[in-house]
């Protein structure tokens, strides 16, 4: 489905991709805002984990629901890739930042068991999702992950 990309909004999942421990016990672990792991932290209230760690791809995913942006090939400020550079540095005070690719969120949706409600209990939320990937043939689109139907449109 293609549609207008200045007019669409999302919500981001974000990523940090940062060499962490491979010690982990959790798929994923709960971390707090100094990516220290938690054991008490949760998903969504007023001990919310600020991040969690997946170890099957080495990365730190950023607790945020309420990010959300157009998609920009410049990056530009509002945008979901400024977004999701400009969260995780306030959220955490590391730059890096990025969102993850469509393999990325292939195998966490595997790794849930390709289940929605799974998703929501581990991450609090189900939306379209802006990937990092702009489509080969106009990079002024970029494809995004519907976690509802686990399927990839353009926008």
């Given at each position: 489905?293609?549609?207008?990309i200045?007019?669409?909004?999302?919500?981001?999942f974000?990523?940090?991709?940062?060499?962490?421990?491979?010690n982990a016990r959790?798929v994923?672990?709960?971390?707090?805002?100094?990516?220290?792991a938690s054991?008490?932290?949760?998903?969504?209230?007023?001990n919310?984990?600020?991040?969690?760690?997946?170890?099957?791809?080495?990365?730190?995913?950023?607790?945020?629901?309420?990010?959300v942006?157009?998609?920009?090939?410049?990056s530009a400020v509002?945008?979901?890739?400024y977004?999701?550079?400009?969260a995780g540095l306030?959220?955490?005070?590391?730059?890096g930042?990025?969102?993850?690719?469509?393999?990325?969120?292939?195998?966490?949706?595997?790794?849930?068991?390709?289940?929605?409600l799974?998703?929501?209990a581990?991450?609090g939320?189900?939306?379209?999702?802006?990937t990092?990937?702009?489509?080969?043939?106009n990079?002024?689109l970029?494809?995004?992950?519907?976690?509802?139907?686990e399927?990839?449109d353009?926008?």
């Open positions: 489905m293609l549609s207008s200045e007019a669409f909004a999302t919500t981001i974000v990523a940090l991709i940062l060499a962490t421990p491979v959790q994923f672990e709960g971390r707090d805002a100094s990516l220290a054991t008490t932290c949760t998903v969504l209230g007023a919310k984990c600020t991040t969690f760690y997946y170890r099957e791809l080495d990365v730190t995913i950023l607790n945020d629901q309420n990010i942006g157009f998609w920009s090939a410049t509002g945008s979901a890739q977004a999701a550079k400009s306030a959220a955490t005070g590391l730059t930042w990025v969102l993850p690719t469509r393999a990325e969120y292939g195998q966490i949706w595997s790794h849930l068991g390709g289940r929605l799974a998703w929501e581990q991450f939320y189900k939306y379209d999702l802006w990092s990937e702009v489509y080969g043939a990079p002024n970029a494809w995004t992950y519907d976690v509802t139907i399927d990839f353009l926008f």
